[in-house]
């Protein structure tokens, strides 16, 4: 499609979406949702915050260098050291962004940063000088645009303009705007700024009164073409406006939109339940797009008239997002390289053979207590072998639980700690909290359990249940998954996982205070 019909998405899943409480990833895992990203054929990924920590700046280059056919983006505040952190991590890019941002409302200006406006301005041009040393692709963010004064809001995109900021966006940073509101300012600096021709309008919308899907399609029909979102809608607070339903709504509603993304849309389900995965947030059942109930039909009118024509309560088609009864036909007598190959399309690519061979061991295992081996079980697979092997200095040799009407339940367990075995015994309220008591006998670790779910990764009684493990030391969090057929071993796991990544070196998660 020509240039100017096409609405660039900007993913912003592995930066914002990280901001939200709990969400912490580590970088092998940033990068397998980057790839992800780049097998839809997300235009922009912007893969963190260089300055934020030693950890974030080893994600965002690590990404950098192995991503070719999106752009990848860090974000930077409007200061000398970020952007040029951000520009060394983006430095082997193929196609490489800077994103810096400054503060324009009143309240932002006058409690938080303490600069008159004149002097923001003047910042914000030399912020983007500084960004163009590095890169000329160069984003500017008006940090809480949705409460800024218009008329500043033209003055200083018209200087990011002049000093060479070739995409301009517009934050509801607090998710504060209408969608007609939202949608006239949009139109308003598009109208009123000189050379608005000369640069991509873009907007950052936040979901705390629910409307950042709105006010993103809103600044869409208005201009803005490109969005900033997340899968899921993940992000700090209440979320960004959610990449699945900005693109189906574009792709939907042609008839009132005259622009549309590159996106390969039948990528947006596997997408979505690799982010919930890794990041221990579940998608609720009725979420649209990629809920499990999106179109499911109950009702008997309901499913008579889909029976008889698709598209009588249906808008969009399941398959078009990647609803599909994708199946791995193998079983424990299927060799490595039929199992090699499905996780080539399902744009799984292991690092190693040490790592094809802990994933082959695993999937064996799981063969032999399930009939059928469907894709989701191997994304569980996959993310249970996330951490390297040099790395996994505990491990889950065995572990016996009594549990019985009446009695206290009591756990047995044998962990691997640096090629040691070591035994350990406890007591617990139920099954898995004697089991989590049992693995702190043998290593205490001084966390707190944050959180603690269970879900069912297919259907079946001999479905694997997977556990999300959230663990807080010190203000780093980390989450950790388990899947097994019985759910107190799958949760034994997830402990483990989250007890082998606090026992990894690395930064605190950065502050919550770098939205935009």
Request: with cysteine; charged share 25%.
């Amino acid at each position: 499609m020509p240039a100017a019909d096409q609405l660039i998405v900007f993913d912003t899943t592995l930066r914002d979406g990280e901001q939200s409480p709990g969400a912490s990833m580590t970088g092998d895992e940033k990068l397998r949702i980057a790839k992800a990203l780049e097998k839809m054929r997300v235009d922009v990924i912007e893969a963190g915050f260089p300055i934020a920590s030693t950890g974030d700046f080893e994600a965002v280059r690590s990404i950098a260098q192995s991503i070719t056919d999106s752009t990848v983006c860090g974000l930077a505040r409007a200061l000398e050291r970020d952007i040029d952190r951000a520009g060394e991590a983006l430095k082997h890019a193929n196609s490489p962004r800077i994103h810096t941002f400054i503060a324009t409302s009143p309240i932002h200006m006058r409690h938080k940063l303490r600069m008159s406006p004149d002097q923001v301005v003047e910042q914000a041009v030399w912020a983007i000088k500084r960004a163009r040393d590095h890169t000329d692709n160069v984003e500017f963010s008006a940090e809480d645009a949705g409460r800024s004064e218009l008329d500043f809001l033209c003055r200083i995109f018209e200087e990011a303009i002049k000093a060479g900021a070739t995409t301009l966006n517009v934050p509801d940073t607090v998710g504060y705007n209408m969608p007609h509101q939202f949608g006239e300012t949009i139109r308003l600096l598009r109208e009123r700024i000189p050379n608005s021709d000369k640069a991509v309008f873009s907007v950052h919308c936040h979901n705390d009164l629910g409307l950042a899907t709105a006010n993103s399609l809103s600044a869409v029909l208005n201009g803005a073409r490109q969005v900033e979102c997340t899968i899921n809608g993940l992000g700090e607070r209440a979320g960004n406006a959610a990449l699945e339903e900005i693109v189906m709504t574009v792709r939907t509603r042609r008839d009132l939109f005259d622009c549309d993304t590159r996106l390969d849309t039948t990528q947006i389900v596997q997408c979505s339940r690799l982010v919930s995965n890794i990041t221990g947030f579940p998608v609720q059942p009725n979420k649209s797009i990629v809920g499990a109930n999106a179109f499911a039909h109950e009702s008997g009118i309901h499913q008579d008239g889909v029976l008889k024509s698709r598209e009588t309560y249906e808008i969009m088609r399941a398959e078009d997002v990647g609803w599909t009864e994708n199946r791995m036909v193998l079983g424990k007598h299927s060799g490595r390289n039929a199992f090699r190959a499905r996780l080539g399309e399902l744009g799984i690519a292991l690092r190693s053979e040490e790592e094809l061979n802990d994933a082959f061991r695993r999937f064996k295992d799981l063969a032999d207590k399930k009939h059928e081996i469907f894709d989701d079980d191997l994304q569980a697979i996959i993310t249970e072998t996330g951490l390297n092997s040099e790395h996994e200095h505990v491990k889950l040799v065995s572990l016996r639980v009594c549990s019985e009407t009446g009695e206290t339940p009591r756990a047995d367990v044998v962990l691997s700690v640096d090629g040691e075995e070591e035994p350990g015994t406890a007591m617990g309220g139920g099954p898995v909290d004697a089991a989590f008591k049992a693995i702190e006998s043998i290593i205490p670790t001084g966390t707190r359990l944050q959180l603690y779910s269970v879900s069912s990764i297919t259907s079946g009684t001999d479905a694997q249940g997977e556990v999300t493990v959230r663990l807080e030391k010190g203000g780093r969090i980390v989450n950790g998954q388990g899947a097994d057929t019985d759910i107190v071993i799958a949760s034994a796991k997830a402990y483990i996982h989250a007890i082998n990544k606090i026992l990894l070196p690395g930064d605190k998660p950065h502050p919550q205070g770098a939205d935009v």
